[in-house]
């Protein structure tokens, strides 16, 4: 039998080339070996104030990608985290197994309440990690493909699908993490300290997967570079290490290979280069991405839903037995 894998993009901002690379690459590479459940997880990005229609557009748009990005319905369910009520409900039951310091240790909290403070953190984002757990353990998922930021939060999963079963009896699968090397923490390409991210301020931080061509181009051109003029990879040079990861995920070359094609060219060549080999990979991407109507992948959504639906409500009918709800 094939191994369950789940993973799931939120709704929230433009998707980057940080979440292809990091996630959703690894997904289409990985869903001929395993039965691969894709959620676009709404009840997530609502964690962080959303504007109604937006949220309902980028929803959407999040499946298109997944389609677009190659992840075949045939050989994959995708669907709405909001269209399966179990999630949240397992969310308030695995709340009660979670203890404070768990949730505050988590490096997402703490980055994502910096510009409120804690006191003005809303309880949502401070538990998601804990409806992240209830996404991964109602499917009795194996196996949890993400990039490296959310490590800690399937070690939490697993944490509390070992406590749930030592206090109520076998239960739970304990899942694993998958964190592939290549691609697994693209940075900023203004900031090469922190992690592209959907919600940078700048949009010069991330390359947008429907950004055109003349966008990469500016952004690659004005993207931050160490000092000096030949082309290195090394921790000591983040930003050009990290344009050169980027080139390396796109063009399935080593990272050696691009520094030695280079010897003795100048910054431009490479970013000139760099910007061409993303957007010949956007150019097909954003073809078939556009080629989606609404209607059809919504019908591909309610179609998953209905699938794994049936998945969610037997492993409720379970737990809600074992902690001793009336039935
Ligand atoms: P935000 O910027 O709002 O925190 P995000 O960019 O982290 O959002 P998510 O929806 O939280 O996006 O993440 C989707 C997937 O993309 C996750 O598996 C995550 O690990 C991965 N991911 C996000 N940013 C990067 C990155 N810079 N490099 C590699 N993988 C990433
Ligand atoms: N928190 C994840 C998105 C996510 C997820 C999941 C990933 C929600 N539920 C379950 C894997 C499994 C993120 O990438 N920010």
Excluded at 273 to 279: G, S, V
């Amino acid at each position: 039998m094939k191994k369950r894998i789940f993973s799931g993009v939120q709704p929230s901002g433009n998707l980057h080339i940080g979440n292809y690379l990091g996630a959703i690459k690894n997904w289409v590479e990985m869903q001929d070996q395993f039965e691969s459940i894709f959620c676009v997880v709404d009840l997530h990005a609502i964690t962080v104030p959303q504007d109604p229609q937006k949220l309902r557009e980028k929803t959407l748009e999040i499946a298109k990608i997944y389609l677009a990005a190659g992840i075949d319905p045939q050989k994959s369910t995708i669907f709405i985290q909001s269209h399966v009520v179990q999630h949240s409900e397992l969310a308030w039951i695995l709340n009660t197994i979670t203890k404070m310091p768990e949730l505050d240790k988590m490096t997402q909290f703490k980055d994502k309440s910096q510009k409120d403070g804690r006191e003005g953190a809303q309880v949502g984002l401070y538990d998601y990690p804990v409806l992240m757990a209830a996404d991964i353990l109602l499917y009795d998922t194996e196996v949890v493909p993400v990039g490296e930021d959310q490590k800690q939060h399937v070690e939490l999963a697993r944490n509390l699908a070992q406590r749930f079963n030592q206090r109520f009896g076998q239960t739970f699968t304990v899942p694993d993490v998958f964190i592939k090397q290549e691609g697994m923490r693209i940075m900023g390409l203004d900031n090469p300290a922190k992690k592209m991210s959907k919600s940078a301020i700048s949009e010069y931080n991330y390359i947008s997967l429907i950004d055109d061509a003349k966008t990469v181009e500016k952004k690659i051109k004005k993207a931050v570079t160490d000092s000096g003029s030949e082309l290195e990879y090394s921790d000591e040079k983040p930003a050009l290490k990290n344009l050169i990861n980027i080139y390396a995920c796109f063009s399935n070359q080593s990272p050696e290979e691009i520094v030695k094609k280079y010897q003795g060219k100048g910054y431009g060549d490479f970013k000139r280069d760099l910007a061409e080999t993303i957007n010949g990979f956007l150019a097909d991407f954003q073809e078939k991405f556009n080629s989606y109507s609404d209607e059809q992948v919504l019908a591909i959504l309610r179609a998953g839903a209905e699938k794994v639906e049936k998945i969610a409500k037997e492993k409720m009918k379970e737990v809600r037995e074992k902690v001793g709800f009336v039935m």
